[in-house]
């Protein structure tokens, strides 16, 4: 009896301590590079720039290392004249990495985005939905070794939907981009998770 009541705190500390944070000061500091476009709607390469920002924020939110914000990356990147070049790769971001004091980088590709109009009829009425699915993989490097210290993949999904009867309109289809970006966001979470399950265990 005394064993099992000694057991149950053990139990409870033990998964307090792995479910705590890693103190900020002692978390790793990180940059997010801008994410390739391999997808083959060349249209909407534009409207995927968001994920970086998006990703940034979403690994702050695992507290398990510490973010360079965007518009220092930039700089860097443009200091070193690969701004608008599209050459994102180790080499780049170790670059990137030394200019900021930064110790590991985050590289990804957007890999594949569909825009797909659905229309169906619905008792007397009709509906359109407007549905958008995107792809995305990255990688955790440590720009010092170049050791892989995290992958994921994610898929990010997102609808807008119409409805027209008796002659009305209900709601209104968002542009496509406006759907990319929710469905940007509905795989940034899965993403970082993924990148750093390793970081401060």
């Not at 792995?18 to 476009?37: D, H, I, N, S």
């Not at 518009?71 to 030394?98: F, M, W």
């Not at 993989?137 to 999904?157: I, P, Q």
Request: aromatic fraction near 4%.
């Amino acid at each position: 009896m005394k064993t099992q009541k000694l057991i149950l705190p053990l139990l409870m500390l033990a998964g307090a301590c792995a479910g705590a944070k890693v103190p900020f000061e002692q978390r790793p500091l990180a940059c997010v590079m801008p994410f390739t476009y391999s997808a083959s709607e060349a249209q909407y390469a534009s409207s995927v720039t968001g994920l970086q920002d998006l990703l940034t924020a979403a690994l702050m939110q695992t507290s398990r290392i510490r973010l360079v914000e965007r518009a220092r990356v930039d700089a860097a990147l443009k200091e070193i004249q690969l701004a608008s070049s599209g050459a994102i790769d180790s080499n780049t971001a170790a670059q990137v990495g030394k200019l900021l004091g930064a110790r590991y980088a985050v590289l990804g590709s957007i890999t594949a985005l569909s825009v797909n109009d659905e229309w169906r009829s619905v008792k007397i009425a009709e509906k359109t939905d407007r549905k958008v699915e995107v792809s995305a993989e990255a990688r955790l490097v440590n720009l010092e070794t170049g050791e892989l210290l995290g992958s994921g993949k994610a898929v990010g999904k997102a609808k807008s939907s119409e409805k027209h009867a008796f002659g009305g309109k209900i709601g209104e289809l968002a542009k496509p981009e406006a759907i990319i970006q929710k469905a940007l966001m509905d795989l940034t979470d899965d993403l970082a998770e993924d990148l750093v399950e390793n970081i401060g265990k």
